[in-house]
T-cell receptor, first 118, second 114 residues
Framework: AQKITQTQPGMFVQEKEAVTLDCTYDTSDPSYGLFWYKQPSSGEMIFLIYQGSYDQQNATEGRYSLNFQKARKSANLVISASQLGDSAMYFCAMREGWGYSSASKIIFGSGTRLSIRP | DSGVTQTPKHLITATGQRVTLRCSPRSGDLSVYWYQQSLDQGLQFLIHYYNGEERAKGNILERFSAQQFPDLHSELNLSSLELGDSALYFC?????????????FGPGTRLTVT
């Protein structure tokens, strides 16, 4: 069965430092996608970054990068040069399978609450 | 603003009642997903519709049902409500069904069952 684990319930980081949020997953499907979302205190869910299981390179989106280690089944989110506005809840998610005939489910981790100190 | 709209924003109702939550996807998006976020269960995937057809089911209770209409808006119906159904219900949309596309979330509907 598919599973997502985020072992850090909360983290405090000094502004301008880099931060790594951990995510490990478990699946038997060779085709899957990994996502990271940010949920600020206002409640909305904001897509940050995506990594496909067959992607050769780690995904990057601005200050966000995904450290994808397939053999270890980990997909850690790295935020470079953290800002006060990065304070939020961060969720790792996985979807097994893709393709127009796919009927896959999506599961989310329990989240990591990141707090940036000025 | 993600372009996904959800109504109502807040809903307070009593146990045993039935409610309907509505979602309008971004223009051009064919997929609609429903999620429930509660303190004890976290963020749970409920159901996915693509172009009017159900594509995947998650942890959706039998008391809950959903549909996607020809104009692509979607409704989530919750019946025989219990206190434990109190949660934030999100709708998300994406362009297609490939799984490689990002999902845009609506602002959510906060349901309180008293």
């Amino acid at each position: 069965a598919q599973k997502i684990t985020q072992t850090q319930p909360g983290m405090f980081v000094q502004e301008k430092e880099a931060v790594t949020l951990d995510c490990t997953y478990d699946t038997s499907d060779p085709s899957y996608g990994l996502f990271w979302y940010k949920q600020p205190s206002s409640g909305e869910m904001i897509f940050l970054i995506y990594q496909g299981s067959y992607d050769q390179q780690n995904a990057t989106e601005g200050r966000y990068s995904l450290n994808f280690q397939k053999a270890r089944k980990s997909a850690n989110l790295v935020i470079s040069a953290s800002q006060l506005g990065d304070s939020a809840m961060y969720f790792c998610a996985m979807r097994e399978g893709w393709g127009y005939s796919s009927a896959s489910k999506i599961i989310f981790g329990s989240g990591t609450r990141l707090s940036i100190r000025p | 603003d993600s372009g996904v709209t959800q109504t109502p924003k807040h809903l307070i109702t009593a146990t045993g009642q039935r409610v309907t939550l509505r979602c309008s996807p971004r223009s051009g998006d064919l997929s609609v997903y429903w999620y429930q976020q509660s303190l004890d269960q976290g963020l749970q995937f409920l159901i996915h519709y693509y172009n009017g057809e159900e594509r995947a089911k998650g942890n959706i209770l039998e008391r809950f049902s959903a549909q996607q209409f020809p104009d692509l808006h979607s409704e989530l119906n919750l019946s025989s409500l219990e206190l434990g159904d109190s949660a934030l219900y999100f709708c998300a949309s994406s362009v297609d069904n490939s799984g490689r596309d990002e999902q845009y979330f609506g602002p959510g509907t906060r349901l309180t069952v008293t």
